[in-house]
């Protein structure tokens, strides 16, 4: 079946410091890929997402590039600040089934100063 | 107010009670999903809905009834809640592109006592 692996909580990073969340996952097809946010008490909202092969997603000095050799999609971002604390989420919408998203267990990150 | 919402934000109730989830989006979008959030499982999907009058299961349907009746309004009911559907709950909403976003709610954080 379908899946998403994201690396376990909590990340704690200093402020300025790189960013790697790595995620990896498991269909059949082609899926379309995702990162959400969700900020303390909120929802969650699109952060970047990419289509297809070597497609590069970015947003807000994130990035991520769906590769399709080793079915990953990492969450990269050079300089994180302290407003970049959250909880990030990886998902996949599988070929074919619909709209529905498959999302990983979610990765807390904290940023301190 | 154009957007997603969800009511009530916050919601105590005894086990045994019937307790119904509202969710309301302003976009026509024709997709609709209900998600529970519970640590350590990320975010669950128990139903969702391709349009009116079609609905669907997801992973974790059981102790949940949906209706979708107009295309803005997707309530979740559970008949007789118990202790483990103590949760968080968000829906979302989005179209059936192939790399289009769903937009969640802020989420209605459920106790079941």
């Known amino acids: 079946g379908n899946s998403v692996t994201q690396m376990e909580g909590p990340v704690t990073l200093s402020e300025e410091a790189f960013l790697t969340i790595n995620c990896t996952y498991t269909?059949?097809?082609?899926?379309?890929l995702f990162w959400y946010v969700q900020y303390p008490g909120e929802g969650l909202q699109l952060l970047l997402k990419a289509t297809k092969a070597d497609d590069k997603g970015s947003n807000k000095g994130f990035e991520a590039t769906y590769r399709k050799e080793t079915t990953s999609f990492h969450l990269e971002k050079g300089s994180v600040q302290v407003s970049d604390s959250a909880v990030y989420f990886c998902a996949l919408r599988f070929t074919g089934g619909g709209n529905k998203l498959t999302f990983g267990t979610g990765t807390q990150l904290k940023v301190e100063l | 107010d154009a957007g997603i919402t969800q009511s009530p934000r916050y919601k105590i109730t005894e086990t045994g009670r019937q307790v119904t989830l509202m969710c309301h989006q302003t976009w026509s979008h024709s997709y609709m999903f209900w998600y529970r959030q519970d640590l350590g499982h990320g975010l669950r999907l128990i139903y969702y809905?391709?349009?009116?009058?079609?609905?669907d299961k997801g992973e974790v349907p059981d102790g949940y009834v949906v209706s979708r009746s107009k295309t803005e309004n997707f309530p979740l009911t559970l008949e007789s809640a118990t202790r483990s559907q103590t949760s968080v709950y968000f829906c979302?909403?989005?179209?059936?592109?192939?790399?289009?976003?769903?937009?969640f709610g802020p989420g209605t954080r459920l106790t079941v006592l």
């Open positions: 269909a059949t097809g082609y899926p379309s």
């Open positions: 809905s391709a349009a009116a009058d079609i609905t």
């Open positions: 979302a909403s989005g179209a059936s592109g192939k790399g289009d976003e769903q937009f």
